[in-house]
């Protein structure tokens, strides 16, 4: 940005990269790329998936039919598994999660959840807020059935208010006649106190249902928008930072892939045991907020 040098930008965001993808990229080319290591990771076949769910908090890249449907077309998949499309902004992959789990629950599995992002193609110079915080990525995790004792989902939590909806928005562009570009409608101050107050209630519910609280909970993997907002989350429910695992630094905002490469990199970081527990939360436009406590197996 011509007004803006790098070092300001890092300043007020604490983001120092971010990626976006090339021109022959799509949102279900990267989802497919993404699923294909978690499957690798799960030592499992494609074949042995009963159920594909896409997240994308801009839609993905057809509004008819379902881009769940050409992520399973790269990834070799026909007429074994169904998909659809989930979108619930920046808590897309905690919903997908969610999801999947119950299905695994009442007997249909695997379940291949995958939250893929191109926000890239949806900000523009001209709003500066969207456009410098704003990266391309995708997070995939295969959810299966476990033993008893073993991994598992302990709680889930999710709630939304929307009459607050226009807070951070895209809209249609069959409608306005103009270019689908993501919006900020709220300050960043009254931003944070929205979502302050969105993760303090999906926690709560979390730790009444577990018995846990904010010490009790191993690792955290939250949701970030910013480098700032991460910092102010931490400072206000007093977390402890060594249990944080960031990645806006180095990605900027990823809207639901947030949680997913957050968890990817936290798993792969050779500091997780098993009996240990994740928490993973977010809130995004909608406004959605939720939680979901996970068991290492």
Not at 168 to 193: C, P, W, Y
Not at 194 to 202: E, N, P
Not at 280 to 297: D, E, K, M, T
Request: proline share 5%; hydrophobic share 45%.
């Amino acid at each position: 940005m011509p007004d803006r040098s790098v070092a300001d930008v890092e300043t007020r965001t604490g983001i120092h990269s971010r990626w976006f993808a090339g021109p022959d990229d799509s949102t279900a080319s990267q989802a497919a790329a993404a699923i294909a290591k978690a499957l690798a990771a799960a030592d499992m076949p494609a074949s042995a998936l009963r159920r594909v769910i896409f997240a994308c908090s801009t839609g993905g890249d057809y509004t008819l039919p379902a881009t769940a449907n050409a992520v399973l077309d790269l990834l070799g998949i026909d007429g074994t598994a169904d998909c659809f499309d989930l979108n619930n902004a920046c808590v897309g992959f905690l919903s997908g999660l969610d999801v999947a789990a119950r299905c695994v629950a009442t007997g249909m599995g695997p379940v291949a959840v995958v939250a893929s992002e191109m926000p890239s193609r949806h900000i523009d110079p001209s709003d500066p807020r969207p456009y410098v915080v704003f990266g391309d990525a995708a997070g995939a995790a295969i959810v299966t059935a476990a033993a008893p004792g073993s991994a598992a989902v302990l709680a889930s939590a999710f709630g939304n208010r929307g009459s607050l909806r226009d807070t951070v928005h895209m809209r249609h562009g069959a409608l306005t006649g103009q270019r689908e570009d993501i919006r900020f409608n709220k300050s960043n101050k009254d931003i944070t106190e929205i979502a302050m107050a969105g993760l303090g209630q999906v926690a709560a519910a979390i730790f009444a249902e577990t018995g846990l609280d904010w010490s009790g909970v191993d690792w955290i993997v939250p949701h970030q928008p910013n480098g700032a907002m991460l910092g102010q989350i931490a400072d206000h429910f007093g977390l402890d930072h060594a249990k944080l695992i960031p990645v806006v630094a180095e990605t900027g905002n990823i809207g639901a892939a947030s949680t997913a490469v957050g968890l990817d990199r936290l798993l792969h970081s050779g500091r997780v045991h098993p009996g240990q527990t994740i928490l993973l939360i977010g809130v995004g436009s909608g406004l959605s907020y939720g939680a979901l406590l996970y068991r290492v197996g």
